[in-house]
């Protein structure tokens, strides 16, 4: 039978309620006097766009939350959006020195969120774009995270950049397809509109090809960053699959994102296909929802799963069930609607390959099935739009790992379109590369970005030793914390 809504409104907000709730300023300055502050600190290089994290740590410390935020979003453009969806504990927390002295590690990914949520909460302006502008103009094609940490690198480099977005609103993931305890839209759209406060000019609904020309852009802009994401998602390919209660699971994240959630249409038992991080995303929001049980199906084993252990655990932690080295072979129906899944149990092969293992087959009811079995590549756009853009044997872009340059030279990249798919930090980090690479096309200049004091050598003022005279160190030490 059709799906109706399952639970009140008021229900659903304490459902969807964030995982971890802010700190509190004395929690704050509590987490943040306990980092050591590491002159060559790991959880620097863990991170893809480089935050100074002892820098904005210890303004934290010192109750310079404004400068912590400049630090934070000089460096990422979306450190709010990072701040809680970021995998820390495999990125900066997970590279934090007191791990290795069986301590617990700075709680990295909410200081940042502290930070960052004090000035969006005040609307206080810590960037501004350069005053000289080179009147150089540059296309950016998508308006996710990774067109975005272009575009406002772009402009604090000065030049113009203009986003090209095909979605009625920008932010890609951020704003359609991430779990809303995660991340709620608004945080989304409010650095979009810090962005835009760079001089970016946004402008969505278009679609390149259809609503502007390859041709137009190319006369109009001296050079072209591609960060167009993903395309649709995988088929399953078996019998039953266009049944109206199968769903692509990232179209049932975005209905959770876009509509009053008390209007959504919920399935008493719920199957996922697939185990990254989406398929997590899905089963517990199913659960928030309403439905009675949710259930991820992977053909292969826990070992293999995509998904972060921490997003495993909350998963477990919610209820979900979990069927591996399991796949299905049909979705069942009744009267025209879903009302199980015919399944069949796996073998991994020597090949690595998850094969069906004969007579093994059984059924499950359910009657909604959400697809998480990864996104499809964008080749086919790619070619009609760039039919000389050189693509890897798995569809992506092919690009420079260190600029983003492609084979031809005036369009640059990054983002999943080139990478395949990873972590909204990583899309930042790359788009961020690419625009200072574009800028060296642009102009022929390099521009390092800027150091923080507390990773500068021994400036005038160093003891012939190559250390800084105590008057020096407190001078540095005194402009870092207010700057």
């Known amino acids: 039978m059709p799906l109706q809504p399952l639970l009140p409104a008021a229900t659903l907000a304490v459902n969807f309620a964030e995982l971890k709730a802010p700190l509190h300023p004395q929690e704050a300055h509590v987490e943040a006097s306990r980092c050591l502050y590491c002159f060559d600190a790991p959880c620097i290089t863990a991170c893809p766009t480089g935050i100074d994290i002892p820098a904005f740590i210890k303004k934290i410390a010192h109750d310079n939350t404004v400068g912590a935020a400049r630090t934070i979003l000089t460096a990422n453009i979306l450190g709010a959006s990072c701040a809680r969806v970021c995998p820390t504990s495999v990125l900066c927390e997970g ?46 094609i998508g308006a996710g995270p990774a067109g975005l940490g272009c575009a406002a690198a772009l402009a604090q480099l000065g030049h113009h950049a203009t986003i090209f977005e095909k979605q009625p609103q920008p932010g890609g993931l951020n704003t359609y397809g991430i779990a809303y305890y995660k991340l709620k ?181 359910f009657d909604l099935v959400l697809k998480a079995v990864g996104q499809e590549k964008q080749v086919a756009l790619l070619k009609q739009l760039f039919p000389t853009l050189a693509v890897t044997t798995r569809g992506a872009i092919q690009r420079d790992p260190l600029t983003g340059q492609t084979n031809l030279p005036h369009i640059f990249t990054g983002g999943d379109c080139a990478n395949g798919g990873r972590e909204v930090v990583n899309a930042v980090g790359e788009g961020k590369k690419a625009a200072h690479a574009i800028n060296q096309f642009l102009t022929g200049t390099t521009v390092t970005p800027p150091i923080q004091p507390s990773r500068l050598g021994a400036p005038s003022g160093a003891t012939g030793s190559g250390l800084l005279h105590p008057i020096r160190a407190h001078e540095l030490a005194a402009a870092l914390i207010k700057s």
Do not use: W
């Not at 020195?97 to 810590?126: F, K, S, W």
């Not at 759209?189 to 001089?199: F, I, N």
């Not at 137009?216 to 266009?242: M, N, Q, T, V």
């Not at 209007?263 to 997590?280: E, F, K, L, Q, Y």
């Open 185 to 365: 839209p608004e945080v989304s759209l409010a650095e979009v509109e810090l962005v835009k406060s760079l001089g970016v000019e946004l402008r969505c609904g278009v679609t390149v090809g259809r609503d502007i020309s390859l041709a137009d852009l190319e006369r109009d802009y001296s050079a072209l960053f591609l960060g167009l994401g993903l395309g649709e998602a995988h088929r399953l390919r078996i019998p039953g699959e266009d049944l109206p209660e199968v769903r692509d699971a990232l179209d049932f994240i975005e209905q959770l994102r876009t509509e009053p959630m008390a209007n959504i249409p919920a399935g008493r038992a719920v199957a996922v296909i697939g185990c990254g991080n989406t398929a997590i995303d899905a089963a517990t929001q199913a659960l928030r929802l309403g439905a009675d049980s949710a259930t991820i199906i992977y053909r292969r084993s826990e070992d293999d799963m995509s998904a972060y252990e921490f997003e495993y655990e909350l998963a477990k932690a919610d209820g979900v069930e979990f069927l591996f080295h399991t796949a299905p072979v049909e979705v069942l129906a009744t009267d025209g609607h879903v009302c199980g899944l015919r399944l069949c149990h796996t073998v991994t092969n020597a090949d690595g390959k998850a094969d069906l293992v004969p007579h093994s087959e059984f059924t499950q009811a």
């Open 95 to 140: 590279a934090c020195v007191l791990e290795a002295r069986d301590e617990q590690p700075i709680q990295i990914g909410r200081l940042q969120r502290y930070a960052t949520d004090y000035v969006q909460a005040r609307g206080l302006t810590v960037l501004s774009a350069p005053a000289i502008k080179t009147g150089r103009k540059v296309a950016v």
